[in-house]
């Protein structure tokens, strides 16, 4: 098995070599969300402890860590995933982060116990299982470097300094208001936040700052049922204000692919926000010199 998975990584690579020298005509193997997952978790159990670190679902997944200016930042959100997930993770670790952000926006979906079992401190066995796939993925993560900073740094500023998108997506809206304000998410939403309370009073005694955060959604989408029932549970579950990071982004420049997932220069003003906000706290709870 060993020797077929080093044949058929060696030719995987290969094959992508072909495709960035000769273009289309050889097709790259694409990498599914799972296996995107497994990247960034790999990379967050093998490299050194981050000081930052994010949980959540697809809304916090779009706030990419390149946006940050904050050095040491790593993005654990998982795309269709739930924050419980990616906070077991780090909690599973020997050694946690400064900072754990905990995305509050969607908890009605189950903590996928295939990657915390893999990731949490245990054996890695899921990704050695799959040597192709891990492969194809490693592949993708070389290929797309992260950017120079200072460049990206300089993309971003002008980004940041064209107006908002004029883009109609009055469709997909009322798509998305339809779906969350279908069925019930009330005992999903408190069995989490049971879990989230849970998980926040160990990380503190181990020493991380934790924070919760709403990320936020068009008008339209705050108004639906699934995010004001969340939102209530939460806020009984959490009445600790001092546990809140309050992220307050200009609303009027923010713009949303589909009410719910925020476009990038959208997320770069709330990454933005994000920073003032911990900055904030940073300095609050920072003694003042002699």
């Not at 020797?3 to 030719?11: E, S, W």
Request: some cysteine.
């Amino acid at each position: 098995m060993i020797k077929g998975a080093c044949v058929a990584a060696t030719l995987l690579l290969a094959c992508g070599l072909a495709t960035a020298r000769f273009g289309s005509a050889l097709q790259q193997p694409a990498v599914t969300t799972r296996d995107g997952s497994l990247v960034t978790l790999n990379r967050y159990v093998r490299e050194p402890t981050p000081d930052i670190v994010l949980v959540g679902s697809s809304v916090t997944w779009r706030l990419k860590e390149e946006y940050f200016s904050l050095p040491r930042v790593r993005n654990l959100a998982l795309a269709g995933g739930s924050p419980v997930t990616g906070l077991e993770i780090v909690a599973g670790q020997a050694r946690l982060p400064k900072v754990v952000l905990i995305e509050t926006n969607i908890l009605s979906r189950e903590a996928d116990r295939a990657l915390t079992e893999t990731f949490s401190g245990g054996a890695r066995g899921d990704t050695l299982l799959r040597p192709v796939r891990t492969a194809v993925a490693a592949y993708e993560t070389w290929n797309h470097a992260a950017p120079d900073a200072v460049q990206a740094r300089a993309e971003h500023d002008r980004l940041l300094s064209q107006p908002p998108d004029t883009f109609d997506n009055k469709v997909y809206l009322d798509r998305a208001r339809e779906q969350m304000n279908d069925g019930d998410p009330t005992a999903p939403a408190r069995a989490n936040a049971v879990r989230i309370r849970r998980l926040i009073d160990d990380l503190q005694r181990r020493g991380s700052r934790v924070f919760l955060m709403h990320v936020p959604f068009a008008p339209e989408i705050e108004d639906t049922r699934l995010v004001r029932t969340t939102r209530e549970i939460v806020e009984e579950a959490f009445p600790d204000r001092a546990l809140w990071l309050r992220v307050e982004p200009p609303m009027g420049e923010l713009r949303w692919a589909d009410g719910v997932h925020l476009d990038e220069r959208s997320a770069l003003i709330v990454v933005r926000a994000m920073e003032r906000a911990l900055g904030a706290r940073a300095a609050a709870t920072t003694p003042p010199p002699l």
